[in-house]
């Protein structure tokens, strides 16, 4: 199974290589496949290459429904819970 995931780029650095955030974490990234990317742009990464640029709006509803599922994966996973 592969993952993708949606991320905000916070600074571009030399040699084709960006700074994301990934939940708060930075990261730093390839920009080798993708042309025309800027700070505040959101990317689909997969194995520390942008794949492609998206929409803003399209980032945040699929950020918003992972951190949605991640929340349930939690609470299921209280003990005590039936």
């Known amino acids: 199974m592969?993952?993708?995931l949606p991320c905000?780029?916070?600074e571009l650095r030399p040699a084709e290589q960006a700074l994301i955030d990934?939940?708060?974490v930075g990261k730093e990234i390839s920009l080798a496949l993708v042309e025309?990317?800027?700070v505040g742009d959101y990317v689909i990464v997969h194995v520390g290459y942008a794949l492609t640029r998206l929409d803003p709006?399209?980032?945040e509803?699929?950020?918003a429904l992972?951190?949605?599922l991640g929340e349930a994966a939690r609470q299921e996973?209280?003990?005590g819970r039936a």
Do not use: S
Request: hydrophobic share 55%; with cysteine; charged share 25%.
């Open 8 to 10: 905000r780029i916070v």
């Open 66 to 68: 992972f951190a949605e």
């Open 22 to 24: 990934v939940a708060g």
């Open 2 to 4: 592969c993952l993708a």
């Open 61 to 63: 509803k699929t950020l």
């Open 36 to 38: 025309d990317v800027a």
């Open 77 to 79: 996973a209280q003990p």
């Open 57 to 59: 709006e399209e980032a």
